[in-house]
Every structure is written in C-alpha cells, then in structure tokens.
C-alpha cells in the first residue's frame, strides 16, 4: 500500500495545486471601475436593463455585495478602492469633526487630504508603481493622497453628464503616449432620484432606465474606439435604498435639548457629540424611541467595524430600516441609506466583464472590501494593508480553477475510494495469478527415495 500512498498524494497535490493556480498576465490589463450610486441589487430583478444584460450574460454578476458600515457614499466607495473597513480608512461618514484639530468634513468640503490620508486608494498605489490611472468624480480622485493624484482626473462637478465623464475616460484609455491602465468612473443616479421619491416610485423606474441607457452609451464608447474586448469593466455601487415616510420618524427634541450635543452626522444613522456629561446624554437617548438603537462608542457592536477611530463620536445612533431621525419635523426625502449593511436593502451589485472575468458565471454574495485585492491581482499590484480577502472573489476570474471546497473535499474522497478499490483489486488478481511452485516442490520431496523418514 506504500506505492498507492505515494500515487494518491502526488495526485492530491497536483489537484489542489491546479484548484489554487493563477495564470492572470497582468502586462497589458486594463481595469475600470464603475459606481452607479445607489444601485440597490434586488433592482436587477424587479426592472429590466438590456445593457446590463448584455454584460452580465457574458461576464460575471455577484448577486448582492455586502458593503461596509455606515452605509453612506464616501465611506462606501473609499473601502472599495482601499479594501478597508470605515474605521481603519478614516472616511466614517459623509459629515465628520476632528476635535483635536477642530477641522469640519462634508461632500462640499472634501478635498483636504488630512482626512484621506489614514488609507492609499488603489490609484495612488497604482500610480506609485510605475502606472497612469484616471479618475472621473470617484470620491477622493480629486484630493492629493499622499501627495499624489491620478494622472488624470476630474474636478467634482455633478452638473456634467455621465457621457462628458465617459469620454474622458475613453481619451484617457486611447491616449497614444500616456494611456492609462486603471480608471474610475463615478455617477450620482439612481441615489439622487431615490432620495428624493424612493425606491419604489415610477420616477425611480424611469431614471433606472436612463442608468441602464449610460451603459449603453459606454459599451458603445469603447466598441467605437477597440476598447471593448480589452478594458475589463466592474460595475457596481457603494450603497443600496430602503424606503421612507414621514411616520417614520424619531424626534430627538422630544427625548434631549439641543443644548446638551452637537449633531455631527444625521439620518438614519447619527453621530452625536456630547457638550456636557456624555453618560447623562446617552441616557437621555436611550429612552427616546424603541426604532432606535442607541450606542457608546465603545459598545457599538463589532461586527460593524467602526469604533476604533478617533472621528467617530462618542455617541451612535442607528434607526431601524425606513426611520429615520430628526430633531425635529418631518423627512424631506422618501429614501434612505445608511441603515445596517447586513440589511439586503443596502447590498449593491457587481458586474464584471472582459477578458480577465469569467463568461456567464454567477456568485450569491462577496464583501465590498474584498474588490480591493481582486482589482490589485488583476494589475498585478502589491497590496498595501488591507481588511478583504481575495479568496473571496477570486472564482469571478477566467484564469482560476475555481472549484467549491465541498467539491474539492468530495472529488478527493472519491479519487481516494476509486484508488483504494484499484489497489484492492490489484492485489487480489496478483494473490490469485500467483503460480503454486511451493507445493509442487513439495510433493517431490515426498516422493525421494533418500527421506530419512522411510529408512
């Protein structure tokens, strides 16, 4: 049993070594990376998108991307390009105060790097390795990380069409001395319409269709120029939609003065800074409102990876899905984020197509911050330090064997039987083809006139 011992490992070993390989030639890759905001996944199955279609029956969809807390645009779309949680890449929300510098952070002032500097987006790291990368209004594209920004890169103006902001990124790809090898594209719809009327009103549907008619304008874009078959594009989203109403609503003017905090953060999920005794204030919330979940910084749970950062305030408070608090008086938007990620309402979607993705190949559900290391494999880019992991999303490319660990277990076990039976059999059919020279000597021996026994 010594030699099938033997066969059987060389052959475990080859086939695992097969199921782990990586062939990807990151030499002449190209890569860009799509955010349609607010793109809720469970769209893809209520409305119809042809040319996302298109895509998906030729590339790779995951189902439903599991984003990071808060579910908020800057936080999301930076862990998308650092592979970090909230709390490790220093984003942890949309609006943010720096007590010790008294620095104030929003979407209209964003572009002072101290507050990106905590984390290296994949285009600085890009650029650092002797690539050029483009942005088009991806957050933080435009603010110098490290003392560095793409070699192209557009200003934040969400007055300019998404095809304006197309046509620069194909000019950037086809540029003659200085293309580029990764890029990110950032649009505001459907969020913007969704904030505004909800996910589930026929304003909705319609700008759906104008997303869906925006990839139409960019497979065109890259067909026109030869691009098509060689940019790898993702698309997908840092944040979902849940529906709201205005008898949804937590009032914190009915529960503390305004007197005893300051408001750092609001909607569904609000920072509070405490002016006076951070233990009375937390008491008075936490009597507030039953839809509302009310946290000390060192109590928020930790499966949300966000206290372990100096921005997020001492007090947390997150609504339940579709509330949403206020101070005081009603909503003045019917859809929200910001909710729980693990709530299906807040997943986005991927979908990844060219040379490098697998052709009509699906996944139920990986981590936003594992398409970090997935877009670094694919350039062929070292990692800066990171929360995702590639195993997760590494069955999405043409050049991995990619076999379930069950079926890896069950095809081991199964070669292991069929050997075990060969080798039985083997041996079985030697025992019995084995010719009887011992007994016939024997008998000769019997039969020999010199046996001391018959004297």
Same mark, same amino acid.
């Given at each position: 049993?010594? %030699?099938?011992?033997?066969?059987?490992?060389?052959?475990?070993?080859?086939?695992?070594?097969?199921?782990?390989?990586?062939?990807?030639?990151?030499?002449?890759?190209?890569?860009?990376? /799509?955010?349609?905001?607010?793109?809720r996944?469970?769209?893809?199955?209520?409305?119809?998108?042809p $040319?996302? *279609?298109?895509?998906?029956?030729?590339?790779?969809?995951?189902?439903?991307?599991?984003?990071?807390?808060v579910?908020?645009?800057f936080?999301?779309?930076?862990?998308?390009?650092?592979?970090?949680?909230?709390?490790?890449?220093?984003? %942890?929300?949309?609006?943010?105060?720096?007590?010790?510098?008294?620095?104030?952070?929003?979407?209209?002032?964003?572009?002072?790097?101290?507050?990106?500097?905590?984390?290296?987006?994949?285009?600085?790291?890009?650029?650092?390795?002797?690539?050029?990368?483009?942005?088009?209004?991806?957050?933080?594209?435009?603010?110098?990380?490290?003392n560095?920004?793409?070699?192209?890169?557009?200003?934040?103006?969400?007055?300019?069409p998404?095809?304006?902001?197309?046509?620069?990124?194909?000019?950037?790809?086809?540029?003659?001395?200085?293309?580029?090898?990764?890029?990110?594209? +950032?649009?505001?719809?459907?969020?913007?319409?969704?904030?505004?009327y909800?996910?589930?009103?026929?304003?909705?549907?319609?700008?759906?269709?104008?997303?869906?008619?925006?990839?139409?304008?960019?497979?065109?874009?890259?067909?026109?120029?030869?691009?098509?078959?060689? /940019?790898?594009?993702?698309?997908?989203?840092?944040?979902?939609?849940?529906?709201?109403?205005?008898?949804?609503?937590?009032?914190?003017?009915?529960?503390?003065?305004?007197?005893?905090?300051?408001?750092?953060?609001?909607?569904?999920?609000?920072?509070?800074?405490?002016?006076?005794?951070?233990?009375?204030v937390?008491?008075?919330?936490?009597?507030c409102?039953?839809?509302?979940?009310?946290?000390?910084?060192?109590?928020?749970?930790?499966?949300?990876? +966000?206290?372990?950062?100096?921005?997020? *305030?001492?007090?947390?408070?997150?609504?339940?899905?579709?509330?949403?608090? %206020?101070?005081?008086?009603?909503?003045?938007?019917?859809?929200?984020?910001g909710?729980?990620?693990?709530?299906?309402?807040?997943?986005?979607?991927?979908?990844? +197509?060219?040379?490098?993705?697998?052709?009509?190949?699906?996944?139920?559900?990986? $981590?936003?911050?594992?398409? +970090?290391?997935?877009?670094?494999?694919?350039?062929?880019?070292?990692?800066?330090?990171?929360?995702?992991?590639?195993?997760?999303?590494?069955?999405?490319?043409?050049s991995?064997?990619?076999?379930?660990?069950?079926?890896?277990?069950?095809?081991?076990?199964?070669?292991?039987?069929?050997?075990?039976?060969?080798?039985?059999?083997?041996?079985?059919?030697?025992k019995?083809?084995s010719?009887?020279?011992?007994?016939?000597?024997?008998?000769?021996?019997?039969?020999d006139?010199?046996?001391?026994?018959?004297?």
């Amino acid at each position: 049993m010594s %030699v099938f011992w033997v066969y059987f490992m060389l052959f475990a070993s080859a086939f695992l070594e097969c199921f782990c390989s990586s062939a990807t030639n990151n030499s002449e890759v190209r890569l860009l990376l /799509v955010s349609f905001d607010g793109f809720r996944a469970s769209y893809l199955e209520r409305y119809t998108f042809p $040319n996302l *279609q298109k895509m998906i029956t030729d590339g790779a969809l995951v189902k439903h991307v599991k984003n990071v807390f808060v579910t908020k645009t800057f936080p999301d779309h930076y862990s998308i390009v650092t592979g970090r949680y909230a709390e490790s890449h220093g984003i %942890v929300a949309n609006y943010m105060y720096d007590t010790a510098t008294n620095k104030t952070f929003s979407t209209f002032r964003d572009q002072d790097p101290f507050w990106w500097n905590e984390a290296t987006p994949i285009w600085v790291t890009n650029q650092r390795q002797g690539h050029k990368s483009g942005g088009a209004m991806w957050p933080g594209t435009d603010v110098s990380i490290h003392n560095t920004t793409p070699s192209y890169y557009l200003n934040y103006n969400r007055s300019v069409p998404f095809s304006k902001r197309v046509d620069h990124i194909i000019e950037w790809f086809s540029n003659s001395t200085h293309p580029i090898n990764f890029g990110t594209l +950032y649009w505001e719809e459907p969020d913007s319409t969704g904030h505004h009327y909800g996910p589930n009103s026929k304003e909705l549907v319609k700008m759906l269709k104008e997303v869906d008619d925006n990839i139409g304008y960019l497979i065109e874009q890259l067909q026109k120029t030869g691009l098509w078959n060689i /940019v790898n594009v993702v698309i997908t989203s840092d944040h979902g939609m849940a529906q709201c109403s205005d008898k949804k609503v937590i009032q914190l003017d009915n529960c503390i003065g305004r007197g005893n905090y300051t408001r750092v953060t609001f909607s569904p999920v609000t920072a509070i800074l405490p002016l006076s005794d951070v233990n009375y204030v937390y008491k008075l919330l936490s009597n507030c409102d039953n839809h509302m979940k009310v946290y000390l910084k060192e109590d928020i749970p930790d499966h949300f990876h +966000y206290k372990h950062n100096k921005r997020i *305030q001492p007090i947390l408070l997150v609504a339940d899905e579709g509330w949403t608090i %206020v101070q005081n008086g009603t909503i003045p938007q019917l859809g929200d984020h910001g909710y729980d990620n693990a709530l299906p309402s807040m997943h986005p979607l991927l979908v990844a +197509y060219g040379p490098v993705f697998q052709k009509a190949y699906k996944m139920e559900s990986i $981590n936003s911050i594992d398409v +970090y290391p997935l877009m670094c494999h694919i350039l062929g880019l070292k990692e800066e330090p990171n929360n995702g992991t590639f195993r997760n999303v590494r069955c999405l490319l043409a050049s991995e064997s990619c076999v379930g660990l069950p079926d890896v277990i069950g095809i081991v076990i199964g070669s292991l039987m069929i050997l075990i039976t060969l080798s039985c059999l083997i041996i079985l059919l030697k025992k019995r083809a084995s010719p009887r020279r011992a007994f016939a000597r024997l008998q000769l021996q019997d039969d020999d006139d010199d046996d001391p026994l018959i004297d």
